[in-house]
């Protein structure tokens, strides 16, 4: 009975792979146009324009299938400053930047793990050697650095061998910074809220010279 239970199980989970890697790229396709700004500002407003707390869902909602499926993070906290203030701009922000990142970490695990890394190990032996050895600080360091490719990083490392809690902790400490200063530069916008600005450069140098710091020291570990 437990065999045949584990079999069909096993079963289940491979005719699961199929839909759901059909079921990611057609949502991406489906979703493509919203990833221009005029769209996605759209659709933004569209939902703070809903009110209260279901405006806020909506925004959420809205902002963490962006995020996933390629939108640059910084323009949902852009936009959550400006609807929402800076502080729970930040905070709503901060919240659909870390269920996109378990999002697309988790579909590339579930999706493509074992065939990735049967066929294209060597190629990740990069993102292992990276995360794999100190994921939260790694991760912190990565995230902190205005370089590189959200989404393909979110991807990279569902299909490495980096364990999912401490790279969604290292994430969410390292997105802080960049969400903020977004945030800030949403609600800073008018020329009375020039001192938000200058605290978000500040933040934003300050969250530069940090991930330099993480880099230089983790250099002698590799």
């Not at 659909?96 to 032996?125: E, K, P, T, Y």
């Not at 990069?126 to 205005?146: D, G, K, S, Y």
């Not at 978000?200 to 993480?214: D, P």
């Amino acid at each position: 009975m437990t065999h045949s239970r584990a079999a069909a199980i096993s079963v289940t989970a491979k005719a699961l792979k199929p839909a759901l890697m059909a079921g990611g790229l057609i949502a991406v396709a489906a979703a493509w146009p919203l990833l221009s700004g005029g769209a996605a500002q759209s659709e933004f407003a569209a939902a703070v324009a809903a009110g209260g707390l279901k405006g806020q869902s909506l925004f959420l909602l809205l902002a963490t299938f962006l995020i996933a499926i390629g939108m640059p993070r910084q323009i949902p906290a852009f936009a959550a400053g400006y609807a929402f203030g800076p502080w729970y701009g930040t905070l709503l922000a901060l919240a659909a930047q870390v269920l996109a990142c378990s999002l697309d970490f988790l579909w590339a695990r579930a999706i493509g793990q074992d065939f990735v890394r049967n066929r294209f190990g060597a190629r990740l032996a990069w993102v292992n050697e990276t995360l794999a050895r100190q994921p939260f600080t790694a991760t912190l360091m990565l995230r902190l650095m205005p370089l590189g490719n959200n989404l393909l990083l979110n991807l990279a490392a569902g299909l490495s061998s980096v364990r999912m809690l401490p790279f969604l902790a290292g994430s969410a400490l390292g997105f802080i910074p960049q969400t903020l200063v977004f945030a800030l530069f949403g609600q800073g916008s008018a020329p009375s809220h020039t001192h938000m600005l200058i605290f978000g450069g500040v933040m934003f140098l300050a969250s530069v010279v940090l991930g330099l710091v993480l880099l230089r020291r983790a250099r002698p570990a590799a």
